[in-house]
Protein backbone atom coordinates (compact mmCIF):
# COMPACT_ATOMS: atom_id res chain seq x y z
CA UNK A 1 0.00 0.00 0.00
CA UNK A 2 1.09 3.73 -0.80
CA UNK A 3 0.56 6.65 1.05
CA UNK A 4 -0.91 5.05 4.42
CA UNK A 5 -0.97 6.74 7.49
CA UNK A 6 0.04 4.95 10.30
CA UNK A 7 -0.49 5.97 14.11
CA UNK A 8 1.58 3.61 16.06
CA UNK A 9 1.36 3.26 19.85
CA UNK A 10 1.96 1.55 23.12
CA UNK A 11 -0.22 -1.38 22.76
CA UNK A 12 1.15 -1.77 19.16
CA UNK A 13 4.61 -2.13 20.00
CA UNK A 14 3.58 -4.46 23.02
CA UNK A 15 2.20 -6.18 20.62
CA UNK A 16 4.76 -6.67 18.48
CA UNK A 17 7.18 -7.26 20.30
CA UNK A 18 5.22 -10.53 22.44
CA UNK A 19 4.41 -11.77 18.54
CA UNK A 20 7.99 -11.21 17.71
CA UNK A 21 9.87 -13.44 20.69
CA UNK A 22 7.57 -16.01 19.42
CA UNK A 23 8.67 -15.82 16.14
CA UNK A 24 12.53 -15.62 16.93
CA UNK A 25 11.47 -18.62 18.82
CA UNK A 26 10.02 -20.72 16.40
CA UNK A 27 10.64 -19.38 13.47
CA UNK A 28 12.70 -21.39 10.17
CA UNK A 29 13.12 -20.91 6.31
CA UNK A 30 11.22 -18.94 4.46
CA UNK A 31 8.64 -18.31 7.49
CA UNK A 32 5.04 -16.95 7.07
CA UNK A 33 3.01 -14.96 9.53
CA UNK A 34 -0.51 -13.97 8.96
CA UNK A 35 -2.05 -11.29 11.20
CA UNK A 36 -5.89 -11.18 11.32
CA UNK A 37 -7.98 -8.59 13.35
CA UNK A 38 -10.88 -6.60 12.39
CA UNK A 39 -11.12 -3.18 10.63
CA UNK A 40 -8.83 -0.38 12.64
CA UNK A 41 -7.74 -2.89 15.24
CA UNK A 42 -4.19 -1.72 14.37
CA UNK A 43 -3.05 -4.64 11.91
CA UNK A 44 -0.69 -2.27 9.75
CA UNK A 45 0.77 -0.49 12.97
CA UNK A 46 1.74 -4.35 14.35
CA UNK A 47 3.05 -5.31 11.21
CA UNK A 48 5.33 -2.47 10.76
CA UNK A 49 6.83 -2.45 14.22
CA UNK A 50 7.37 -5.73 14.29
CA UNK A 51 8.96 -5.69 10.67
CA UNK A 52 11.51 -3.23 12.27
CA UNK A 53 12.48 -5.54 14.91
CA UNK A 54 12.91 -8.40 13.40
CA UNK A 55 14.87 -6.11 10.45
CA UNK A 56 16.65 -5.37 13.53
CA UNK A 57 18.02 -8.47 13.80
CA UNK A 58 18.88 -9.04 10.49
CA UNK A 59 16.24 -10.97 9.43
CA UNK A 60 14.81 -9.52 5.96
CA UNK A 61 11.15 -9.21 6.06
CA UNK A 62 8.49 -8.43 3.37
CA UNK A 63 5.25 -6.94 4.68
CA UNK A 64 2.04 -7.74 2.62
CA UNK A 65 -1.09 -6.47 2.63
CA UNK A 66 -4.03 -8.14 2.01
CA UNK A 67 -5.85 -5.12 0.99
CA UNK A 68 -4.32 -4.73 -1.72
CA UNK A 69 -5.74 -7.87 -3.53
CA UNK A 70 -9.41 -7.06 -3.70
CA UNK A 71 -10.66 -8.46 -7.16
CA UNK A 72 -12.89 -5.30 -7.39
CA UNK A 73 -10.67 -1.95 -6.73
CA UNK A 74 -11.12 0.23 -4.44
CA UNK A 75 -13.10 3.11 -6.51
CA UNK A 76 -15.37 0.62 -7.41
CA UNK A 77 -15.90 -1.97 -4.99
CA UNK A 78 -18.73 0.06 -2.48
CA UNK A 79 -21.11 0.20 -5.62
CA UNK A 80 -20.12 -3.27 -6.66
CA UNK A 81 -21.08 -4.37 -2.74
CA UNK A 82 -24.52 -2.54 -3.13
CA UNK A 83 -25.16 -4.27 -6.24
CA UNK A 84 -24.38 -7.93 -5.20
CA UNK A 85 -25.73 -7.86 -1.81
CA UNK A 86 -24.10 -7.63 1.89
CA UNK A 87 -23.39 -11.42 2.13
CA UNK A 88 -21.08 -11.26 -1.08
CA UNK A 89 -18.76 -9.24 1.57
CA UNK A 90 -16.40 -11.77 2.62
CA UNK A 91 -12.90 -13.57 1.43
CA UNK A 92 -14.57 -14.37 -1.69
CA UNK A 93 -13.44 -10.62 -2.38
CA UNK A 94 -9.86 -11.28 -2.41
CA UNK A 95 -7.79 -12.59 -6.07
CA UNK A 96 -6.74 -15.39 -4.42
CA UNK A 97 -5.24 -16.86 -7.61
CA UNK A 98 -2.88 -13.37 -6.89
CA UNK A 99 -2.41 -14.74 -3.47
CA UNK A 100 -0.94 -17.88 -4.01
CA UNK A 101 0.92 -17.36 -6.60
CA UNK A 102 2.57 -14.18 -5.12
CA UNK A 103 3.24 -16.75 -2.28
CA UNK A 104 4.83 -19.49 -4.38
CA UNK A 105 6.92 -17.14 -5.70
CA UNK A 106 8.19 -16.17 -1.90
CA UNK A 107 8.73 -19.90 -1.41
CA UNK A 108 10.60 -20.15 -4.30
CA UNK A 109 13.02 -17.50 -4.19
CA UNK A 110 11.15 -15.74 -7.33
CA UNK A 111 11.00 -12.18 -8.66
CA UNK A 112 7.46 -11.31 -7.98
CA UNK A 113 4.71 -8.70 -9.35
CA UNK A 114 2.32 -7.49 -6.02
CA UNK A 115 -0.34 -5.79 -6.23
CA UNK A 116 -0.27 -2.09 -4.38
CA UNK A 117 -3.38 0.12 -4.11
CA UNK A 118 -2.23 4.01 -3.85
CA UNK A 119 -4.91 5.24 -0.95
CA UNK A 120 -3.78 8.74 -2.31
CA UNK A 121 -6.19 8.00 -5.83
CA UNK A 122 -7.60 4.42 -5.60
CA UNK A 123 -5.48 3.33 -8.22
CA UNK A 124 -3.95 -0.29 -8.18
CA UNK A 125 -0.44 0.48 -8.99
CA UNK A 126 2.30 -2.81 -9.19
CA UNK A 127 5.17 -3.61 -7.45
CA UNK A 128 7.69 -5.99 -9.00
CA UNK A 129 10.27 -7.36 -6.32
CA UNK A 130 12.66 -10.32 -5.46
CA UNK A 131 12.10 -12.75 -3.16
CA UNK A 132 15.13 -14.34 -3.39
CA UNK A 133 16.75 -12.01 -0.34
CA UNK A 134 13.46 -11.96 1.69
CA UNK A 135 13.27 -14.06 4.93
CA UNK A 136 10.10 -13.97 6.21
CA UNK A 137 6.56 -12.54 5.06
CA UNK A 138 4.57 -10.27 7.51
CA UNK A 139 1.08 -10.79 5.51
CA UNK A 140 -2.18 -8.85 7.49
CA UNK A 141 -5.17 -8.47 6.70
CA UNK A 142 -9.22 -9.08 7.48
CA UNK A 143 -8.75 -12.82 6.27
CA UNK A 144 -5.12 -13.48 6.54
CA UNK A 145 -6.07 -15.93 8.47
CA UNK A 146 -7.47 -18.06 5.60
CA UNK A 147 -3.78 -18.67 4.23
CA UNK A 148 -3.24 -22.47 5.38
CA UNK A 149 0.46 -22.82 4.89
CA UNK A 150 1.17 -19.90 7.25
CA UNK A 151 3.08 -20.77 9.77
CA UNK A 152 1.68 -18.63 12.11
CA UNK A 153 -1.53 -17.24 12.76
CA UNK A 154 -2.03 -14.21 15.05
CA UNK A 155 -5.45 -12.74 15.67
CA UNK A 156 -5.65 -9.27 17.40
CA UNK A 157 -9.11 -9.19 18.80
CA UNK A 158 -11.59 -6.17 19.61
CA UNK A 159 -14.82 -6.07 19.16
CA UNK A 160 -16.01 -4.01 15.85
CA UNK A 161 -17.61 -0.93 18.01
CA UNK A 162 -14.06 -0.21 19.36
CA UNK A 163 -12.96 -0.43 15.80
CA UNK A 164 -16.08 2.37 14.29
CA UNK A 165 -13.90 4.75 16.63
CA UNK A 166 -10.36 3.97 15.04
CA UNK A 167 -11.75 3.67 11.49
CA UNK A 168 -13.31 7.44 12.08
CA UNK A 169 -9.70 8.17 13.29
CA UNK A 170 -7.96 7.07 10.59
CA UNK A 171 -10.31 8.31 8.13
CA UNK A 172 -9.78 5.57 5.14
CA UNK A 173 -13.00 4.83 4.44
CA UNK A 174 -16.41 7.38 4.28
CA UNK A 175 -18.45 6.32 7.20
CA UNK A 176 -22.54 5.90 6.53
CA UNK A 177 -25.17 3.76 7.01
CA UNK A 178 -23.82 1.20 4.32
CA UNK A 179 -20.34 1.16 5.38
CA UNK A 180 -21.51 0.46 9.04
CA UNK A 181 -23.80 -2.37 7.66
CA UNK A 182 -20.29 -3.73 5.77
CA UNK A 183 -18.54 -3.22 9.11
CA UNK A 184 -21.00 -5.21 10.88
CA UNK A 185 -20.64 -8.70 8.23
CA UNK A 186 -16.83 -8.33 8.08
CA UNK A 187 -17.00 -8.39 11.78
CA UNK A 188 -19.19 -11.77 11.31
CA UNK A 189 -17.27 -13.19 8.94
CA UNK A 190 -13.85 -12.73 11.27
CA UNK A 191 -15.98 -13.95 14.31
CA UNK A 192 -16.25 -17.50 12.47
CA UNK A 193 -12.57 -17.99 11.83
CA UNK A 194 -10.95 -16.42 15.12
CA UNK A 195 -11.22 -20.25 16.27
CA UNK A 196 -7.99 -21.05 13.35
CA UNK A 197 -5.32 -18.83 15.04
CA UNK A 198 -2.42 -20.17 16.49
CA UNK A 199 -1.80 -16.44 18.61
CA UNK A 200 -4.19 -14.23 20.32
CA UNK A 201 -3.44 -10.99 20.55
CA UNK A 202 -5.89 -8.98 22.81
CA UNK A 203 -6.51 -5.19 23.58
CA UNK A 204 -8.67 -5.49 26.42
CA UNK A 205 -10.15 -2.22 27.47
CA UNK A 206 -9.96 -2.32 31.34
CA UNK A 207 -5.91 -3.45 30.84
CA UNK A 208 -4.32 -4.77 28.44
CA UNK A 209 -3.84 -8.14 28.24
CA UNK A 210 -1.68 -9.84 25.47
CA UNK A 211 -1.83 -14.17 25.14
CA UNK A 212 -1.39 -16.96 23.96
CA UNK B 1 8.39 4.70 -0.19
CA UNK B 2 6.93 1.56 1.34
CA UNK B 3 6.65 1.41 5.01
CA UNK B 4 7.08 5.00 6.05
CA UNK B 5 5.72 6.09 9.03
CA UNK B 6 4.37 9.64 8.49
CA UNK B 7 4.26 11.79 12.03
CA UNK B 8 1.48 14.43 10.12
CA UNK B 9 0.59 17.14 12.37
CA UNK B 10 -1.27 20.59 12.87
CA UNK B 11 1.79 22.48 11.54
CA UNK B 12 1.75 20.57 8.43
CA UNK B 13 -2.13 20.78 7.60
CA UNK B 14 -1.80 24.52 8.71
CA UNK B 15 0.99 24.97 6.17
CA UNK B 16 -0.88 23.28 3.86
CA UNK B 17 -3.80 25.15 4.12
CA UNK B 18 -2.04 28.19 2.83
CA UNK B 19 -0.52 26.73 -0.03
CA UNK B 20 -3.77 25.22 -1.09
CA UNK B 21 -5.16 28.33 -2.62
CA UNK B 22 -1.98 29.21 -4.27
CA UNK B 23 -1.54 25.96 -5.97
CA UNK B 24 -5.84 26.31 -7.05
CA UNK B 25 -5.10 30.04 -8.49
CA UNK B 26 -2.01 28.94 -11.11
CA UNK B 27 -3.49 25.56 -11.32
CA UNK B 28 -2.45 24.50 -14.87
CA UNK B 29 -2.87 20.58 -16.90
CA UNK B 30 -0.13 17.99 -15.83
CA UNK B 31 1.36 20.65 -12.92
CA UNK B 32 4.38 19.90 -10.81
CA UNK B 33 5.07 20.86 -7.66
CA UNK B 34 8.14 20.37 -5.93
CA UNK B 35 9.15 20.18 -1.71
CA UNK B 36 12.76 20.64 -0.91
CA UNK B 37 13.98 20.65 2.61
CA UNK B 38 16.23 19.13 4.63
CA UNK B 39 16.56 15.38 6.39
CA UNK B 40 13.15 15.57 8.98
CA UNK B 41 12.01 19.03 7.38
CA UNK B 42 8.80 17.20 6.85
CA UNK B 43 8.44 17.32 2.84
CA UNK B 44 7.07 14.01 2.73
CA UNK B 45 4.51 14.92 5.17
CA UNK B 46 3.84 18.42 3.75
CA UNK B 47 3.68 16.34 0.24
CA UNK B 48 0.51 13.90 1.46
CA UNK B 49 -1.40 15.94 3.60
CA UNK B 50 -1.63 18.76 -0.27
CA UNK B 51 -2.36 15.84 -2.03
CA UNK B 52 -4.68 14.69 0.41
CA UNK B 53 -6.74 18.62 0.33
CA UNK B 54 -6.50 18.70 -3.41
CA UNK B 55 -8.55 15.67 -3.60
CA UNK B 56 -10.90 17.13 -1.76
CA UNK B 57 -10.82 19.87 -4.43
CA UNK B 58 -11.20 16.95 -6.68
CA UNK B 59 -8.22 17.18 -8.27
CA UNK B 60 -5.84 13.74 -8.45
CA UNK B 61 -2.05 14.39 -7.22
CA UNK B 62 0.39 11.87 -6.63
CA UNK B 63 3.17 12.64 -4.63
CA UNK B 64 6.52 11.11 -5.83
CA UNK B 65 9.71 10.34 -3.26
CA UNK B 66 12.88 11.60 -5.28
CA UNK B 67 14.95 10.02 -2.29
CA UNK B 68 13.81 6.45 -4.17
CA UNK B 69 15.99 8.01 -6.86
CA UNK B 70 19.71 7.51 -5.51
CA UNK B 71 21.86 5.82 -7.76
CA UNK B 72 23.37 4.22 -5.25
CA UNK B 73 21.53 1.78 -3.37
CA UNK B 74 20.54 2.28 0.27
CA UNK B 75 23.00 -0.61 1.48
CA UNK B 76 25.77 0.06 -0.58
CA UNK B 77 25.88 4.12 0.02
CA UNK B 78 27.69 4.76 3.29
CA UNK B 79 31.37 2.77 1.47
CA UNK B 80 30.31 4.46 -1.57
CA UNK B 81 30.09 7.95 0.19
CA UNK B 82 33.13 6.93 2.61
CA UNK B 83 35.37 5.81 -0.25
CA UNK B 84 35.00 9.05 -2.57
CA UNK B 85 34.68 11.33 0.42
CA UNK B 86 31.53 13.44 1.74
CA UNK B 87 32.54 16.68 -0.02
CA UNK B 88 32.39 15.20 -3.46
CA UNK B 89 29.73 12.40 -3.69
CA UNK B 90 27.09 13.69 -1.35
CA UNK B 91 25.22 16.08 -3.58
CA UNK B 92 22.61 16.49 -6.51
CA UNK B 93 24.72 13.71 -8.69
CA UNK B 94 23.36 10.96 -6.10
CA UNK B 95 19.52 11.19 -7.68
CA UNK B 96 19.25 9.49 -10.95
CA UNK B 97 17.91 12.48 -13.17
CA UNK B 98 17.10 10.83 -16.24
CA UNK B 99 15.04 8.13 -15.12
CA UNK B 100 13.53 11.66 -12.61
CA UNK B 101 13.03 12.74 -16.42
CA UNK B 102 11.98 9.80 -17.80
CA UNK B 103 8.97 9.28 -15.47
CA UNK B 104 7.92 12.85 -15.63
CA UNK B 105 7.60 12.59 -18.97
CA UNK B 106 5.54 10.05 -18.35
CA UNK B 107 3.67 11.75 -16.47
CA UNK B 108 2.81 14.67 -18.90
CA UNK B 109 2.32 12.55 -21.36
CA UNK B 110 -0.20 10.21 -19.52
CA UNK B 111 1.78 6.92 -19.80
CA UNK B 112 2.30 3.64 -17.86
CA UNK B 113 5.33 4.09 -15.91
CA UNK B 114 7.77 2.19 -13.84
CA UNK B 115 9.86 3.93 -10.85
CA UNK B 116 12.21 2.69 -8.05
CA UNK B 117 10.78 2.30 -4.89
CA UNK B 118 12.61 1.58 -1.83
CA UNK B 119 11.10 -0.36 0.66
CA UNK B 120 12.44 1.05 3.94
CA UNK B 121 11.66 -2.46 5.91
CA UNK B 122 13.85 -4.58 3.77
CA UNK B 123 16.19 -1.81 1.99
CA UNK B 124 15.58 -3.35 -1.18
CA UNK B 125 14.90 -0.84 -4.05
CA UNK B 126 11.39 -2.28 -5.70
CA UNK B 127 10.32 -1.61 -8.86
CA UNK B 128 6.50 0.41 -9.04
CA UNK B 129 4.24 0.66 -12.43
CA UNK B 130 1.60 3.40 -11.86
CA UNK B 131 -0.57 4.57 -14.81
CA UNK B 132 -0.19 8.05 -14.83
CA UNK B 133 -3.63 8.98 -16.79
CA UNK B 134 -6.28 10.45 -14.53
CA UNK B 135 -3.18 11.57 -12.53
CA UNK B 136 -3.45 15.74 -12.41
CA UNK B 137 -0.37 16.52 -10.56
CA UNK B 138 2.54 15.22 -8.99
CA UNK B 139 4.15 16.59 -5.49
CA UNK B 140 7.96 15.77 -5.90
CA UNK B 141 9.65 16.22 -2.05
CA UNK B 142 13.28 15.61 -1.84
CA UNK B 143 16.16 17.31 -0.76
CA UNK B 144 17.22 18.73 -4.18
CA UNK B 145 13.60 18.53 -5.29
CA UNK B 146 13.38 22.01 -6.39
CA UNK B 147 16.21 21.69 -8.90
CA UNK B 148 14.46 19.26 -10.90
CA UNK B 149 13.36 20.86 -14.61
CA UNK B 150 9.97 21.97 -15.68
CA UNK B 151 8.64 22.74 -11.70
CA UNK B 152 5.30 25.04 -11.51
CA UNK B 153 5.64 25.59 -7.95
CA UNK B 154 8.56 25.15 -5.71
CA UNK B 155 8.65 25.28 -2.11
CA UNK B 156 11.46 25.35 0.15
CA UNK B 157 11.10 24.34 3.40
CA UNK B 158 13.80 26.28 5.53
CA UNK B 159 14.35 23.65 8.98
CA UNK B 160 17.67 22.83 9.05
CA UNK B 161 18.93 19.32 10.29
CA UNK B 162 19.70 21.23 13.25
CA UNK B 163 16.33 21.62 14.59
CA UNK B 164 15.06 18.66 13.18
CA UNK B 165 17.81 16.30 14.99
CA UNK B 166 15.32 15.17 17.87
CA UNK B 167 12.82 14.05 15.20
CA UNK B 168 15.13 12.08 12.91
CA UNK B 169 16.12 10.02 16.30
CA UNK B 170 12.42 9.63 17.38
CA UNK B 171 11.73 8.49 13.89
CA UNK B 172 14.68 5.91 13.28
CA UNK B 173 14.95 6.03 9.63
CA UNK B 174 19.55 6.15 9.99
CA UNK B 175 21.15 5.63 12.35
CA UNK B 176 22.60 8.89 14.14
CA UNK B 177 26.43 9.01 14.13
CA UNK B 178 29.52 10.82 13.13
CA UNK B 179 29.52 10.03 9.39
CA UNK B 180 25.73 10.68 9.51
CA UNK B 181 26.32 14.10 10.74
CA UNK B 182 28.95 14.86 8.57
CA UNK B 183 26.54 13.59 5.71
CA UNK B 184 23.65 15.63 7.02
CA UNK B 185 25.54 18.91 7.14
CA UNK B 186 26.95 18.13 3.45
CA UNK B 187 22.89 17.91 2.34
CA UNK B 188 22.59 20.91 4.70
CA UNK B 189 24.82 22.88 2.37
CA UNK B 190 23.46 21.79 -0.44
CA UNK B 191 19.75 22.30 -0.07
CA UNK B 192 20.90 25.59 0.95
CA UNK B 193 22.37 26.89 -2.03
CA UNK B 194 18.68 26.06 -3.71
CA UNK B 195 17.07 28.10 -1.45
CA UNK B 196 17.11 31.14 -4.43
CA UNK B 197 15.10 29.02 -6.66
CA UNK B 198 11.85 28.72 -4.69
CA UNK B 199 8.40 30.31 -5.22
CA UNK B 200 6.90 29.71 -1.59
CA UNK B 201 9.20 29.55 1.87
CA UNK B 202 8.06 27.38 5.12
CA UNK B 203 9.87 29.27 7.74
CA UNK B 204 11.14 28.48 11.04
CA UNK B 205 8.22 28.63 12.57
CA UNK B 206 6.40 26.49 9.75
CA UNK B 207 4.75 29.14 8.55
CA UNK B 208 4.30 29.96 4.79
CA UNK B 209 5.75 32.90 3.36
CA UNK B 210 5.35 34.06 0.02
CA UNK B 211 7.22 36.50 -1.35
CA UNK B 212 5.70 38.89 -3.89
CA UNK B 213 7.37 38.65 -7.67
CA UNK B 214 9.69 41.05 -8.66
CA UNK B 215 8.91 44.46 -10.56
CA UNK B 216 5.49 43.10 -10.50
CA UNK B 217 4.01 46.57 -10.20
CA UNK B 218 5.27 49.63 -10.44
Known sequence: MLNDILIINKAHEKAAKTIFDKVMEERKEKYIITITGEVGVGKCEVSHVLGKLLKNEGVMV????????????????????????????????????????????????RESELPSVDLMNDQVDKILTNFAQIDLLIINGLYSIKI??????????????????????????????????????????IQTLKSEADFYVDFDENYESLHF | ML??????????????KVILPVILERKVSKMLIAISGESGSGKTELAHVLAKMLRKESIIAKPLHIDNYYRIHPLLRTEWRKKNGIDKSVGFTEYDWDTISKNLDDFRNNRVSTMPCIDLVTEQVDQLTTDFKGVD?????????????????????ELTYHETKKAQVVR???????????????????????????????????????PSTKGSRL
Open chain 2, 3 to 16: GDVLLITEKHENAA
Open chain 2, 137 to 157: MLIVDGLYAIKTDGIHIRIFI
Open chain 1, 62 to 109: KIIHMDDYYKIPPGMRTEWRKKHGIRRVGYEEYNWTLINRNLEDFRSN
Open chain 1, 148 to 189: DSADLKVFIDLTYKDTFDEQKATGKELMDAFRLKVLQREHQV
Open chain 2, 172 to 210: GKEPQNEYRMQVLEREHQVVQSLRSMADIFVNMEYQVVI
